[in-house]
């Protein structure tokens, strides 16, 4: 069953989706901050490969990858949120995150949890230059709430994530 959400004004120029009940997301580690997408955008978690340059791309693509018969570009996900980048480990992963028929595979330090969240762990934290910026609040910590299509479209811009 696909995840329900209700739109909350961020502020007059941007929305942001949270899910209207019980919704499952993946919690993960990227340039030393925890972030977090929901279940249904993410198609798979795997271990890196090779890649294949891609000449002419923005420098948060990496290359190119093969994910069972498709070719997706590899986006290192601290260098897209305009965060420090986190020494190479073991723990690093692909987080292959699809929207509206297009896929990306999405580099991470680590993926930490599986986990069901509610409506009332979210908040919208206004920043200054910025806006809104949705957080999932997870005991005394915060986790950025990531839009999958801003992703995609290279919406983020440095520094445009939270937590």
Do not use: N
Not at 25 to 34: A, D, E, H, L, Y
Request: charged share 20%.
């Amino acid at each position: 069953m696909p995840i329900r959400y209700h739109y909350g004004e961020v502020d007059s120029q941007m929305t942001q989706a949270f899910p209207d009940g019980p919704a499952q997301c993946v919690i993960f580690r990227t340039g030393g901050t925890r972030q977090a997408l929901p279940i249904d955008v993410v198609r798979e978690i795997l271990v890196p490969g090779d890649l294949t340059p891609a000449p002419g791309s923005p420098p948060e693509v990496l290359g190119l990858t093969q994910v069972r018969g498709q070719a997706l570009p590899v986006i290192d996900l601290a260098k897209r949120l305009g965060l420090a980048a986190a020494p190479i480990g073991p723990e690093r992963r692909l987080v292959v995150a699809a929207w509206e028929g297009q896929a990306v595979a999405l580099l991470v330090d680590g993926v930490d949890e599986v986990t069901t969240v509610y409506p009332d762990d979210f908040e919208v934290v206004r920043v200054p230059g910025r806006g809104g910026c949705p957080v999932l609040k997870r005991g005394e910590s915060l986790v950025g709430w990531l839009e999958v299509s801003e992703l995609i479209q290279g919406g983020y811009e440095a520094g445009r994530a939270a937590a």
